[in-house]
Structures are given as C-alpha cells and as structure tokens.
C-alpha cells in the first residue's frame, strides 16, 4: 500500500502575530483530502475565515459530499461576501484516492504543481467553469510511488511583487525554480522550508503576504496490523487468522485467548519469552510469524497511556513502550478486533485499577493515531 505523506510549512505576513491561512489534512478508507485556505486580509479575522471555510468544506465531505460539490458550494457562498461584511476565503481543496488518483479544485488560489519522482516540476493547467457568479479551476492526475503534489497560498505565488516581478512569479516560477535548483536526490521533505527561504528573499527578507507551502508527497506505507481478542464464534477462528497472517508489514496479537488461537490455527507453539515482572511488565510470548506477543487489555491500556510520551523516552526491552513505538512508526494502522465478549474484563478490580474493557482501549488509540494523521483502518469479527 501507498501512503501519502504531508510536508509543510507557514510564515506570517510581516507585522502580524496570527496568519491568515489554515491548512487541514485528513485521512480515511476513501482517501486523502487536503484543504488550503487563505482568508482576506491579514492577521485574526482572516485566520477566521480561513478556518470557517476549510470546516465547511471538510464537514461536507465527512458527510459524504464528493470534494468538488462540497468546494462548488462554498466558492458558490463567497458571492455574498463581495457585497457584505461576512467571512471571505480563497481555497484550494483536494482528494487523493487510494489508488493515487487525484483531483484539485482551486477558488481564487494558484495553480497547484505536480513534481515527478525524479523531481521534475509541472504546473498543472486547469479546467475553469462557473458556478453562480463564481469561477473554480479544476485539475487532475495521478500520483504515483515518489510523486508529489505541491499547493501553495498567493503569498508564494505573489513573491517578488514589487521587487522586479510586476505580479510575483506565479506558478510557473515556482516549478521554475524547483527545476532550476533541485534534483533527483533531494529530499522532498526539505522543499517547503527551501521554498519559503525563496519567498524570503524575493521579499528583501520579509513575507509580503501569508505564506503556506504543502507537499503532499506519494511513499510506500509502513504497514502496522494488531489483532486482538477472539472473534463473536468459534467457526470464524480459522479466517480470522488467515486475514492476520495475510496482511503486509508488522503484526502483533495481543490477548492470551486470542493467543491460543493464533497457535492452534497455525499449529505454531507460542513460546514464552517472559512471565512478566510486574504490572508494568506484562508477559510476552514468540510465534513465528508474529512480531510482537503479548497479554491483552492490561497492555493495551497501559500502550494508550504512553501514546503522547516522546520517542526518547521509550524503552525497546518494555513490550507495552516497544508496542506503542511500532504505533508512533506506523503510517496504516490495521485493527482486527474479536467481537467475543470477556467476562474477566468486566470484574470490578478492573475498574479499580482503571482498566478500561478491550474494544474501549482500541477505539481511544485509534482516535489517538487518527489524530496524528495515521491512516487506521478498523474491522470487526
């Protein structure tokens, strides 16, 4: 599987302690969307703006709205805004599908710029058509492994205005730039901090507007699955491990039930490794095949208590702080979760010791790797 990175960076404009642009990026089953902002004017009111129209535009495609309707609708809305005192926002809004296509719908914001695995810079030319009494450009194409799409506010594209550039150096300029300067062996993470040193000097060492750069960049996944508890009935053992097995990249299983099961459908003895020391210490166990053997709900909840630890602190001889590093390294989070109800789990000691029940414990990382722009992909047996 491919996964698609986000690299970016923001400068506000010269004398002023708020920017007004506002970038979002989130992921899901049905693809990335990556949503620019730019709000007019400068500084609190514009950063408002920029806010409210990446939330109208996120918020209606969570709710299922294809990204161009959900764009049509809000550059749509922006009339109003031309005659009355209400927030207005340029934006640039796009989508990448699972299998890298992509399409960009750009309102009152440069044209985005395609880069190729071997660094070469494309502007891409867009489609223009009206909605109401406003005009949105349309691009599309594909992003494939080492592919990047790069958005940017007019703070970038608007660069040199007044200093030798009549009206900035446009998009082109920039994919100029990039062409003129940058080849097949630099580090496409480092190109928006390279990109606004760019705008800097263009602006004799000030940003003359709001600059936001955004690469959203095209890499093979880091590939996390775990596996935990037994599935609702017993006849589902056999091709519940089967999908376990079958998925690419890390694995863990955690639980000694589901422990057991593991080892009588694979008919591979499960080892142990460590009886476990303490609480903090849970037992560990070594199935071929398997990366990562563990105890269940007690490590589980002791993985979500440490989630917001720096890396540095995170001991790899610890299988609850080792487990919760493979999480932080992962870009695909596979949760295969056994619907099988563990009556231990509800005994009133757990919840002395604030053990939270399994299904419980899994959903609160998944919102917690979620929110740190992992894609986790949850299924139930």
């Keep these: 599987m491919n996964f698609i990175d986000d690299h970016g960076m923001q400068r506000n404009k010269k004398g002023h302690l708020v920017c007004g642009d506002y970038f979002v990026c989130e992921r899901s089953e049905k693809g990335v969307v990556a949503i620019l902002c730019d709000g007019v004017g400068s500084g609190v009111y514009a950063n408002?703006?920029?806010?409210?129209?990446?939330?109208?535009?996120?918020?209606?495609?969570?709710?299922?709205?294809?990204?161009?309707?959900?764009?049509?609708?809000?550059?749509?809305?922006?009339?109003?805004?031309?005659?009355?005192?209400?927030?207005?926002?340029?934006?640039?809004?796009?989508?990448?599908?699972?299998?890298?296509?992509?399409?960009?719908y750009s309102y009152e914001s440069p044209s985005p710029i395609l880069i190729s695995k071997d660094y070469h810079a494309t502007v891409l030319s867009p489609r223009f058509y009206t909605v109401g009494f406003e005009v949105i450009a349309e691009v599309s194409g594909f992003l494939g492994l080492g592919d990047s799409l790069l958005m940017f506010s007019d703070g970038v594209s608007q660069a040199g205005m007044g200093h030798g550039h009549s009206f900035g150096i446009g998009s082109e300029g920039v994919a100029e730039h990039i062409n003129k300067n940058y080849g097949i062996a630099s580090d496409i993470g480092k190109l928006p901090g390279k990109l606004m040193f760019m705008c800097k000097n263009l602006g004799k060492g000030f940003y003359d507007d709001d600059t936001t750069i955004e690469i959203l960049h095209c890499r093979k996944a880091k590939e996390l699955t775990l596996l935990t508890g037994p599935p609702s009935k017993q006849s589902m053992d056999n091709a519940y491990v089967t999908d376990f097995m079958n998925k690419p990249g890390k694995k863990v299983a955690c639980g000694s039930t589901t422990i057991e099961i593991i080892s009588r459908e694979l008919g591979r003895e499960a080892k142990i490794l460590s009886l476990g020391t303490s609480f903090g210490m849970p037992p560990e166990y070594q199935i071929e095949g398997i990366d990562v053997v563990t105890e269940g709900a007690i490590t589980l909840n002791?993985?979500?208590?440490?989630?917001?630890?720096?890396?540095?602190?995170?001991?790899?001889?610890?299988?609850?702080?080792?487990?919760?590093?493979?999480?932080?390294?992962?870009?695909?989070?596979?949760?295969?979760?056994?619907?099988?109800?563990?009556?231990?789990?509800?005994?009133?000691?757990?919840?002395?010791?604030?053990?939270?029940?399994r299904k419980a414990t899994v959903q609160r990382i998944a919102e917690r790797m979620t929110a740190l722009g992992k894609l986790v992909v949850k299924k139930y047996y």
């Design 48 to 104: 408002i703006s920029a806010i409210n129209c990446a939330s109208r535009i996120l918020e209606m495609y969570r709710n299922g709205m294809s990204i161009r309707l959900a764009s049509e609708k809000v550059a749509a809305s922006m009339y109003r805004a031309r005659r009355e005192d209400v927030p207005f926002s340029a934006f640039t809004a796009a989508v990448v599908q699972p299998g890298g296509q992509f399409r960009v």
């Design 302 to 357: 002791q993985v979500f208590n440490i989630l917001d630890e720096p890396a540095e602190r995170l001991d790899d001889d610890s299988v609850v702080e080792r487990l919760a590093l493979m999480l932080h390294e992962a870009d695909v989070i596979n949760l295969m979760i056994g619907n099988a109800q563990n009556q231990a789990h509800e005994d009133l000691i757990f919840k002395q010791i604030g053990v939270h029940v």
